[in-house]
């Protein structure tokens, strides 16, 4: 097994399947979403024919959600796969943000919470899509004007209420929008069913992967994940490297994979974040050149799947770094995916 090779067409870096932006989203499951201009260049990069306005559209249609989900950070999801997900990992979610809250001495009361809600749902019945701010606003007016810490935890909150998720997608402002108006109708599904959904949605994208990946990924316990994987049988197929136990899905590609294959990856790419352990892509020397001790990802360029390197892009010039001091990495290769990018911004 070549897990690098696998992960890549899992990922659907190389030779991607799917046209639109939401049909690549809803293979991920979950795509972690922290930098609000740089993901849409994540889930572009795994379409037949990147396109950031194709990226805008699904967005503002409601078929890609942005909003705090697993881990308690940003992800994005498939509209369709917000309910049931949240369902299933809002306890987790809600037990990390108020260890967050606690650890700043923040308490919020259910009646405070109530009363702030109502205050959301008011500014958004005059809105289809408000910023931040428009809440910080209708808050001063009614006498409730609070730091802007406390207002971000109301509307975290009111994220995993199923309340609120992202609205229309601006230049570099996250806006919201009531997720009863955006999103169909909820479908409730049986937590165990849920389970096994997710466990099929992480490792037909994330494969191959560990058991103790997939917990990290979703946030969820190692049991329950073991549950979740076990209800799939013989959909997932085990193979051994390096002496760990690996996952695959069934339906996993093994051919597509070229020499020579270079990426320029986002930060808080999945390839990276989406395992607990990234020595199978990333050197462990190398591993601050990524990211750092506190969570913080940084944009890496991949040759035939191992980071070799950080770009960046700014005033529309793009930038390259290379640290990995075997890396051969040819010209034309570079330039053909600095150009995939670029194409990406105007289409």
């Not at 406390?150 to 609120?164: D, P, Q, V």
């Not at 339906?251 to 990234?278: A, Q």
């Not at 070799?308 to 930038?319: D, H, T």
């Amino acid at each position: 097994m070549n897990p690098i090779s696998a992960r890549l067409l899992s990922q659907q870096l190389i030779s991607p399947q799917f046209v639109s932006p939401h049909d690549a989203v809803e293979w991920m499951g979950a795509m972690q979403a922290q930098e609000y201009r740089m993901v849409r260049w994540a889930v572009g990069m795994r379409t037949v024919k990147p396109s950031a306005k194709a990226f805008e559209k699904d967005f503002n249609e409601g078929r890609i959600v942005r909003t705090h989900l697993l881990r308690t950070t940003w992800q994005l999801v498939a509209g369709e796969d917000l309910c049931w997900m949240l369902e299933l990992c809002r306890d987790s979610a809600l037990r990390g943000l108020r260890g967050w809250m606690k650890s700043n001495g923040v308490f919020i009361t259910d009646a405070e919470q109530a009363v702030v809600q109502q205050v959301f749902t008011d500014v958004l019945s005059k809105s289809r899509s408000v910023l931040k701010s428009d809440f910080a606003v209708a808050l001063k007016d009614r006498g409730m004007a609070m730091p802007d810490q406390r207002l971000s935890y109301h509307i975290r909150l009111a994220e995993y209420s199923g309340m609120l998720c992202s609205g229309d997608l601006l230049p570099l402002k996250k806006s919201y929008s009531l997720t009863s108006e955006k999103l169909p109708a909820c479908v409730a599904i049986p937590r165990e069913e849920a389970l096994a959904l997710l466990a099929r949605k992480y490792f037909r994208s994330h494969g191959p992967a560990t058991l103790e990946d997939f917990s990290w990924w979703s946030g969820l316990g190692l049991i329950e994940c073991k549950n979740g994987m076990d209800a799939l049988g013989a959909e997932l197929v085990r193979e051994r490297w390096k002496g760990l136990e690996f996952f695959l899905h069934e339906g996993s590609r093994t051919r597509g994979f070229r020499s020579g294959c270079v990426h320029l990856l986002p930060p808080y790419d999945e390839y990276l974040i989406g395992y607990k352990s990234r020595h199978v892509a990333l050197h462990p020397d190398h591993s601050h050149h990524a990211h750092n001790n506190r969570g913080i990802f940084w944009p890496v360029i991949l040759l035939d799947g191992e980071v070799i390197g950080n770009w960046s892009a700014a005033s529309g010039k793009v930038s390259t770094d290379l640290f990995h001091p075997g890396a051969c990495l040819d010209e034309g290769s570079i330039q053909k995916e600095i150009d995939r990018y670029k194409k990406f911004i105007r289409v």
